[in-house]
């Protein structure tokens, strides 16, 4: 992975920042974007000059417009795995709620469970002081 820095002065940092906003994509997707349109642009001219001037064949154009069609289809295909990925994480989350409610009513269930036996644990000791000659099941 190889890390660049660039600069830019506040207004056109501005103007990308709300570009980025309208199409919801994060500081570093915005600049991977446009890094990747700069570049496909730059070939795509440089192509085209090229046919233009009899230094390209015309399969040049040919070659990039396949390019354009299997990028749009990958594109499509993506933007699909995230919306089941984002559906699978809306799921998650729900499910994840559900098991801490639970698992929270659960903790107050054994807690109450063991307050009970407790009690009744001291209630058999106490009848046991009090009635000496008889024999508890639990002295077995």
């Known amino acids: 992975m190889t890390q660049w820095t660039i600069e830019v002065d506040e ?13 919801e994509l994060g500081e570093l997707e915005g600049l991977l974007y446009f890094l990747s349109l700069g ?16 230094t390209h064949p015309a399969e040049e ?5 396949r390019r354009l069609v299997e990028i ?3 594109y499509a295909v993506m933007k699909f795995r995230l919306f089941q990925a984002e559906q699978a994480l809306r799921r998650w989350e729900l499910s994840h709620g559900a098991i801490e409610t639970m698992n929270a009513g659960l903790q107050e269930v054994v807690r109450r469970l063991q307050e009970e036996n407790a009690r009744l ?18 002295d077995e």
Not at 39 to 54: I, S
Not at 61 to 65: A, F, P
Request: no cysteine; hydrophobic share 40%; proline share 4%.
């Open 11 to 23: 207004e056109t940092a501005q103007r990308w920042r709300a570009f980025w906003e309208s199409h």
């Open 39 to 54: 570049a496909a642009y730059a070939e795509g001219q440089a192509t085209l000059a090229g046919v233009a001037a009899g």
């Open 61 to 65: 154009v040919e070659r990039l417009i």
């Open 72 to 74: 749009e289809g990958r």
């Open 121 to 138: 644990r001291e209630a058999l000791r106490h009848l046991q002081q009090n009635t000496p000659a008889s024999r508890s099941p639990l």
